[in-house]
């Protein structure tokens, strides 16, 4: 354990700026299958890359598409940019995975700028001390699932220091919308230049 250990909560899955206009090929193919394969994901379950897309499609036929940020996502699934995928490559994933996507205009053919890959999470943790954490909330009054505050910020959520062991980027088990880094991941991130899409926020570490 380090002499001030860090963990990191993303607000990025409570941002409706990173949601962009694509539609995916699983979805449009098998969309029962593919909507419980995305709630899996946001889970943090392991999934097989047939649940994954092959490609993705702009939306709307008026707009083309540039490059994309870092961390998005792209028809319901959670997509990083090449160059954020290098980083997490660096780390330990758990059993996630990175799966490459294409991305491409209205007409499906053409493609958008860059390299992308979908994002399967693959690692849980309980380590979230939701009686430590006052801002976040329950939006069910009969299930043990807490939701980060609308306006989250440093230190809002308190985390037992047993997060500290194991993967560096985890879905907790007791919280929906949000997922946590370690502070190895954290950093690396800032270096190459692709957190902000990633909005971390610090947490208190117990």
């Not at 409570?14 to 994901?41: C, P, Q």
């Not at 699934?77 to 160059?83: E, H, I, K, L």
């Not at 205009?105 to 399967?120: A, I, K, W």
Request: proline share 6%; aromatic share 10%.
């Amino acid at each position: 354990m380090t002499k001030n250990p860090m963990v990191w909560i993303s607000y990025a899955m409570m941002s409706v700026s990173n949601i962009k206009g694509f539609e995916a090929d699983v979805v449009l193919s098998d969309r029962k299958r593919t909507i419980e394969a995305m709630t899996r994901n946001r889970l943090g379950e392991v999934q097989p890359d047939e649940f994954f897309p092959k490609e993705v499609y702009a939306k709307y036929k008026d707009k083309k598409e540039g490059k994309q940020p870092d961390l998005f996502m792209a028809g319901g699934f959670w997509t990083v940019s090449s160059d954020c995928a290098s980083v997490l490559r660096q780390f330990d994933l758990g059993e996630g995975k990175l799966y490459p996507v294409k991305l491409l205009q209205h007409d499906r053919t053409t493609p958008v700028e860059g390299e992308y890959f979908c994002l399967n999470f693959g690692s849980q943790k309980t380590a979230v001390l939701t009686d430590q954490s006052p801002r976040i909330h329950k939006p069910y009054e009969n299930y043990d699932i807490w939701e980060p505050p609308a306006a989250m910020k440093d230190k809002d959520i308190a985390i037992s220091a047993s997060a500290l062991d194991g993967p560096d980027i985890w879905m907790d088990t007791q919280m929906r919308d949000a997922f946590f880094v370690s502070d190895a991941l954290c950093q690396a991130l800032r270096a190459a230049k692709v957190s902000r899409p990633f909005a971390l926020r610090k947490c208190i570490v117990i």
